[in-house]
């Protein structure tokens, strides 16, 4: 089973060399972390920003230089800071190669709920309604179940939806998962997790290979 770090290296595997990626808050802001290092990857914030980089050392923080979610991150040579309407120009114009972002909910047609439990806070929409509707390519960073050990890989979404149809690919704590035309398809699971704890943990409907291997990390 993996952390959220393990989560975040696994996805880092599906950014490729001259890939533009934006991540969303949450785990998806681990995977900076992680790309290897001899591929040149331009991550972009929502908030203005191209060319971050992991996040800084503890006392090297620099607290006007963040990400969308606010947290405090590095930026590499080159980077560039700009408002946020050239932001979403970029992210409406589908010059992002790569959407990672993090889900309450996913459905087993690629339906997304990401930005709102009804009856508490939550920050909000932000750009994912924006990044879900120009995106091509959409990782979801999540865990399997929420705390109640309930499946957040349903076959509706219960929550209010983020965007229709869209995720491609989930990375969870127990598996990898590709959004096919008849529902979930298991392509890899976690080191030290069954099949057989997958599928109980899978409330959409599942296909499963005759091989499923495990994760290479």
């Known amino acids: 089973m993996l952390d959220k770090n393990g989560i975040a290296r696994r996805i880092a595997r599906e950014v490729k060399d001259g890939y533009y990626v934006n991540l969303g808050i949450g785990i998806p802001t681990l995977v900076a972390n992680f790309v290897r290092d001899d591929i040149e990857v331009e991550f972009q914030s929502e908030n203005g920003v191209l060319g971050m980089g992991p996040f800084p050392w503890e006392g090297e923080e620099d607290p006007d230089i963040i990400n969308a979610g606010k947290q405090t991150i590095t930026t590499l040579p080159g980077a560039s800071f700009f ?3 050239m932001s979403f120009a970029m992210i409406r114009g589908q010059h992002v190669d790569l959407t990672i ?17 009804p009856g508490k806070m939550v ?7 924006d990044l879900v509707a120009s995106a091509e390519n959409i990782i979801v960073a999540m865990m399997h179940t929420n705390k109640a050990g309930a499946s957040k890989l349903l ?7 983020t965007g229709v149809g869209c995720v491609k690919k989930i990375v969870t704590n127990l598996a990898v998962l590709e959004v096919g035309p008849e529902g979930f398809i298991l392509l890899e699971r976690a080191p030290g997790v069954s099949v ?5 943990a899978t409330a959409g409907r599942l296909h499963i290979p005759d091989e499923v291997p495990e994760m290479d990390l």
């Open 123 to 129: 920050k909000g929409m932000g750009g994912a309604m």
């Open 155 to 161: 076959e509706r979404c219960t929550l209010p939806l």
């Open 196 to 200: 057989a704890e997958i599928k109980a």
């Open 83 to 85: 408002d946020s309407s």
């Open 101 to 117: 972002l993090g889900a309450m909910e996913v459905a087993e047609n690629g339906d997304i709920a990401n930005w709102k439990i």
